[in-house]
């Protein structure tokens, strides 16, 4: 069975600018969860979407959004890019809601300059 | 909110010894302790879980504890290889709602 894969792998922005990554998760699964990684702040959450809702949000500003599909293919976007939004964004997938297995994505390296 | 700590922050075995990394979490509704290994350039790979009910799982020469009284879960990892070598991440999850609560992560280096 295919992985989660994220689309762009690297990505170079410059401030102001917005950007939208793009995460498809593994087959048959229906939550998608968006995670920020940094050297300082470490691995922080985002958002969770399940059946195209958005189910949690994490402490980052509304420039930070997304959204799912109904293939459940999820898109996260960033507007207005700060230099600190530069980071790595994973993006992990699950079966089901609630607490349990989620398999992560190689992420997508956002550089803004 | 959830807050996990995880120590050491570096790791240095050699190979065939045992390592050992340590994690406490602060909210009790956490029902669910994943831990991923992390190699250069790649995403979080999970590794073994274990969910509140369970005190102790194992898979081969990795294994997670769990203490539900004292807040603390462990990673062991027998035998230690060279490919071990990576960067470990311990998490909580409260179950409400799927979000991962991340420690701060450890770089295990094996020595051969």
């Known amino acids: 069975k295919a992985g989660v894969t994220q689309t762009p792998r690297y990505l170079i922005k410059t401030r102001g600018q917005q950007v939208t990554l793009s995460c498809s998760p593994i087959?048959?699964?229906?939550?998608v969860s968006w995670y920020q990684q940094t050297p300082g702040q470490g691995l922080q959450f985002l958002f969770e979407?399940?059946?195209?809702?958005?189910?949690n949000k994490g402490n980052f500003p509304g420039r930070f959004s997304g959204r799912q599909f109904s293939n459940s293919r999820s898109e996260m976007n960033v507007s207005t890019l700060e230099l600190g939004d530069s980071a790595l964004y994973l993006c992990a997938s699950s079966f089901s809601q609630g607490a349990g297995e989620q398999y992560f994505g190689p992420g997508t390296r956002l550089t803004v300059t | 909110g959830e807050n996990v700590e995880q120590h050491p922050s570096t790791l240095s075995v050699q190979e065939g010894d045992s390592a050992v990394i340590k994690c406490t979490y602060s909210?009790?509704?956490?029902?669910?302790f994943p831990w991923y290994k992390q190699e250069l350039g790649k995403g979080p790979q999970l590794i073994i879980d274990?969910?509140?009910?369970?005190g102790e799982k194992k898979d081969q020469r990795i294994a997670v504890t769990l203490n539900k009284t004292a807040k603390h879960f462990s990673l062991h990892i027998t035998e230690t290889q060279p490919e071990d070598s990576a960067v470990y991440f311990c998490?909580?999850?409260?179950?409400?709602?799927?979000?991962?609560?991340f420690g701060s992560g450890t770089q295990l280096t094996v020595l051969p």
């Open positions: 274990i969910r509140s009910n369970v």
């Open positions: 087959s048959g699964h229906r939550s």
């Open positions: 909210d009790s509704a956490s029902n669910y």
């Open positions: 979407y399940f059946s195209e809702t958005q189910r």
């Open positions: 998490a909580a999850d409260a179950g409400s709602a799927r979000q991962l609560t």
